[in-house]
């Protein structure tokens, strides 16, 4: 077992893993933050996505004790308190942009992440960032279509059209 | 195109944000795995599977420290049992862990308990199993050779059925031959499909919590169907189903693939109840890849008899579904071809029928539903036939639909179905209308030019949805009740709802149907709200758990709307027409005066009201006082089981292919739709966007690839390779709306189409596009390397070999 510190969402977590758990597992099982979800474990569908220093990382590719005195961003970190969502998490339920929602999690992150570092990402690049992950359920049109409207909620007076939808 | 110009005046209609989404976008969601984390005391499974396809165990050894459970651990546990009732049915049951052989790679044989599931994983790989390897059957052309071994050698000698054919379905009606005797022209057509996975992002999963108190064991599990899976469990255990409770939690999508009885479940629940422990399996994504049902592994061979105007007189067909080496609970492996043997000519008028549709069994991973389940195939079998129709007999593609699709209802179909009131000649006129089919001709010509191809495919469709028990009857032929014993026939297909209102006057709704994110909650609020007068946030729905819900068969086969939405209904009126009586009392007026708004009874035309909360409270609180001397509660049953209804569609693909690479980009893609009436329109849309998109999935980019010893190859998300956004275009969607008596919400099932309709529109436009160099699609997935290879050989993408083909031959695709 190694010690190791953990910054998650702001909260200092010490915990205890074997030198071979993943990031993914010591953040639901050690954390308990159990928004970050595994799809796969070989590092393709990125449900497990997270914000490691504020970049996109899958989870399930990655140690935890790689992730000593990493900041780290999960989903449950995304909203700044219970009562208001980030403007990606108000695009998704405006936009009807998850079904099952076990993908949720990680395009979220992923999402949350690139527009908070690429505000004015076009829609082409946007959609290459998007081709990061896997939904099986939406198609990804509606995913699409949220990332576009929170991109315009996060910019603010960047884009002076509003919403289609 | 979702948009309403106006918006309505009732809940239902409405493209409301789901009731659903508040909890997942948190991160708050609950799937089975995240309940076994927070379990600390949970104990972990792992399987240890057979590397073989077929196989006798020899030994199975383990080192001391190691706890391992084997068959004979499991010697008092039932197989598990999918029983159909009909003659060319061959009933085979599944062992939970493999006993003397093993019938596929990724077959469980044994399975460790450990501390964590890095323990378990450990653990699994000590476990030692001898297999003295057996010949395998690896094709259903294999399987029906002469000489082929027995996929199962218990089949009583006297069965009528070829050796391998679990099921061997046809229906002949007697003028067929005669009509292709007299038919202008007969065009042929062999279609195939490579073995596809469902693939839902979050694998199986299962909990099994075992209290000491009561000796029961809750299971929690990414399921479908909950309450047959309790059954499932405890007829092969032999326990009343009171000893298990059954919870789905939020799931992480189904597609078909959560429907069926998993055997490690069985072994699961065991393992807790054995150990009076906590346990938990987490499945793999390779495990899921190699035991967690396949489907779609068929091919076609049918004809069309047609007069030289293009009307389809008769058609005939020999249909061939590789089913794998076990039969799927509780649907069977007669799933996929009867399926195929009756809703074949899907929407096309044809008077005559004469078609064979059989089950072979081979050592592969069994079949189990995926959405749309034959029908993908079905349509790609009937469009291509409409396409090489028009090109023999001179017909505009276009015309030649129009004139074969059905127009008048109810039809009743060769095969002895009744389609309801629909729009098949509405929607494929308003997909051609939307692709602009004299502008893509000149784009056609543009691209030609300039040394690109472009080309166009049409797919028309009816799709089956919201059957409940008289269709899954009708998969047996009839069987009386025994005085003193239980069919052993499972027959699905009603659905159940508790419909209650609280004393503060919120509402409950307890559901069978399970949903797994289709938004079912939301939808249902709506519906009910409308009848009540409420808002949708006052609903509570509870689905998905056997102690809190009312027998049900779960959400499947574009029922849940249709059924679950139904029942829902009838429970929404009862209890509509019981408040508005108690309200009536109160107002002193009749109960037809009383309309419900706004959360209160109202006067009509009046400012007399009363709230349903004060209504509510006095029910249950001052009962004694009740004018109607009715029950001291709000409650009311709704029960719906429909024979079923007919959703329909056309969609239209244009595609561009790259001949040098074989590469295909879909630049449009077109829906129309008729799903009847739309509850919300937003998770309609969403509905035909995801299973279009599992569609182009099928046609371009996913299989799974046995190798030559019977060996899974396509085990990683690399490997089975799904679309992600980057190969996905823009879906247009036009809604046609047509109300059936057949549907008592009006809405038709919609969960499917989208994975019927796309694989044939593609098919087809890729043949259009590879006019120029002689190349049709008749197998799919069309990569790109078999585009490739098939442009520079001049020659077609030809179907898997059939059994008919008379030539035991490796496929050369």
């Known amino acids: ?158 884009f002076d059209d509003e919403s289609t939808e | ?134 010949p395998a059957v690896l094709s259903a052309t294999a399987a029906l050779a002469d000489g082929a071994p027995l996929v199962h050698d218990c089949v009583p000698p006297e069965h009528p059925n070829a050796p391998n054919t679990m099921v061997d379905g046809r229906i002949t009606t007697p003028g067929a031959d005669k009509a292709f005797a007299t038919a202008d022209a007969v065009v042929a057509v062999k279609v195939s499909s490579s073995r596809q996975s469902a693939m839902p992002l979050e694998a199986r999963a299962s909990h099994a919590t075992f209290d000491r108190a009561t000796g029961r064991t809750t299971l929690y599990a990414t399921l479908q169907m909950p309450h047959i899976t309790r059954t499932g469990i405890a007829d092969c255990l032999g326990i009343p189903e009171d000893d298990l409770r059954v919870i789905a939690p939020d799931v992480g999508g189904g597609f078909g693939a959560k429907m069926t009885l ?165 929607t494929l006129a308003a997909a051609a209308k939307l692709a602009d089919l004299e502008d893509f001709e000149r784009r056609r010509a543009e691209a030609r030019a300039r040394g690109r191809y472009l080309g166009i495919g049409i797919s028309c469709f009816a799709e089956r949805t919201g059957y409940g028990t008289p269709a899954f009857a009708a998969r047996s032929t009839p069987y009386p009740l025994q005085p003193d014993k239980a069919a052993p026939v499972v027959t699905p297909g009603f659905e159940r709802v508790i419909l209650t209102m609280d004393p503060s006057g919120g509402l409950t709704l307890r559901i069978g149907a399970s949903p797994h994110g289709q938004g079912l909650k939301t939808s249902l609020a709506q519906l009910v709200c409308d009848e009540l007068g409420m808002r949708p946030d006052q609903v509570r729905v509870i689905a998905s758990d056997t102690d809190n819900t009312p027998y049900g068969w779960g959400s499947y086969a574009s029922r849940a709307m249709v059924i679950a939405g139904g029942a829902s209904l009838i429970a929404a009126r009862n209890l509509a027409e019981r408040l508005r009586a108690l309200a009536a009392d109160r107002l002193g007026a009749l109960p037809d005066d009383i309309v419900l708004e706004d959360g209160k009874a109202r006067r009509s035309g009046t400012d007399e009201a009363v709230d349903l909360a004060v209504i509510a409270r006095d029910t249950y609180h001052s009962s004694h006082l009740l004018a109607d001397k009715g029950e001291p509660a709000l409650e009311s049953v709704g029960t719906y089981d429909p024979s079923g209804t007919f959703a329909n569609a056309c969609h239209i693909a244009e595609v561009e292919v790259d001949p040098l690479t074989g590469k295909v980009e879909i630049k449009r893609f077109l829906v129309a739709e008729d799903a009847g009436r739309l509850i919300n329109p937003a998770i309609v849309d969403g509905q035909i966007h995801g299973g279009v998109v599992q569609g182009i999935a099928n046609a371009l980019y996913e299989e799974l690839i046995y190798d030559d010893r019977g060996i899974l190859v396509t085990t990683s998300l690399m490997d089975f390779l799904p679309p992600t956004v980057t190969e996905v275009p823009d879906i247009e969607i036009a809604h046609i709306c047509t109300l059936s008596p057949a549907s008592l919400t009006g809405a038709k099932g919609v969960g499917e189409g989208g994975t019927i309709g796309a694989p044939a529109a593609i098919a087809n436009a890729i043949s259009d596009a590879l006019r120029p160099f002689g190349v049709e699609v008749f197998h799919l997935p069309a990569t790109p390397h078999r585009i490739r290879s098939a442009i520079r050989e001049g020659r077609d993408i030809s179907a898997a070999p059939h059994p008919a083909d008379g030539v035991e031959q490796e496929s050369t695709r």
């Open chain 2, 262 to 426: 998993a055997r490690e479940d069985v072994a699961l629940v065991w393992a807790a109840r054995h150990l009076r422990r906590d346990l938990a399996w987490i499945e793999t994504r390779e495990e899921n890849f190699l035991g967690a049902w396949h489907s779609r592994e068929q091919v076609y061979a049918i004809e069309g008899a047609f007069t030289a105007d293009g009307d389809l007189l008769a058609l005939r067909g020999d249909l061939i579904c590789d089913v794998g080496a076990y039969c799927c609970y509780p649907v069977t492996w007669a799933v996929e071809p009867l399926m195929a043997l009756v809703e074949l000519p899907g929407p096309y008028k044809v008077a005559e029928y004469d078609v064979r549709s059989r089950a072979i069994a081979t050592n592969k991973c069994p079949i189990a539903p995926y959405r749309g389940v034959s029908r993908p195939m079905q349509v790609l079998a009937m469009e291509r036939l409409m396409d090489r129709a028009a090109a023999q007999l001179g017909i505009d593609r276009v015309e030649i639909r129009d004139r074969n699709l059905i127009d008048e209802y109810p039809h009743r179909s060769p095969t002895g179905l009744v389609l309801d009131v629909a729009s098949h000649r509405e």
């Open chain 2, 1 to 134: 195109m979702s948009g309403a110009a106006t918006e309505p005046t009732t809940w239902t209609g409405r493209a409301l944000p789901r009731l659903e989404d508040p909890a997942i976008i948190r991160g708050w969601g609950t799937y089975v795995a995240d309940i076994a984390a927070r379990n600390t005391a949970c104990g972990y499974v792992r399987f240890v599977r057979s590397p073989l396809a077929s196989g006798r165990i020899l030994s199975i050894t383990t080192p001391p420290g190691v706890t391992v459970f084997t068959a004979a651990d499991l010697a008092g546990v039932q197989p598990i049992r999918a029983v159909l009732h009909r003659p060319d049915f061959v009933e085979i049951g599944t062992p939970i862990l493999a006993t003397d052989v093993v019938r596929f790679v990724g077959e469980p044989i044994a399975f460790v308990v450990a501390d964590s599931e890095a323990a378990a994983e450990d653990a699994a790989e000590l476990v030692e199993v001898d297999i003295e390897p057996l």
């Open chain 1, 1 to 158: 077992m190694t010690s190791i510190r953990l910054y998650v969402n702001g909260d200092r977590y010490d915990i205890d893993v074997e030198p071979r758990r993943t990031l993914a597992d010591a953040l639901r099982e050690d954390c308990g933050l159990t928004g970050t979800h595994l799809g796969c474990e070989h590092g393709v569908c990125g449900a497990c996505t997270v914000l490691l220093d504020g970049q996109p990382i899958r989870a399930c590719l990655m140690f935890a004790v790689q992730a000593e005195g990493a900041s780290i961003r999960t989903v449950e970190g995304l909203a700044p308190d219970d009562t208001t969502l980030h403007p990606v998490q108000q695009a998704f339920w405006d936009n009807h942009g998850l079904q099952c929602g076990f993908c949720t999690p990680g395009f979220l992150t992923l999402i949350a992440g690139y527009l908070e570092e690429h505000p004015d990402a076009g829609e082409e690049e946007l959609r290459e960032v998007l081709a990061s992950n896997l939904c099986r359920c939406t198609g990804y049109q509606n995913i699409l279509k949220a990332t576009l409207c929170a991109q315009k909620a996060m910019c603010g007076d960047a």
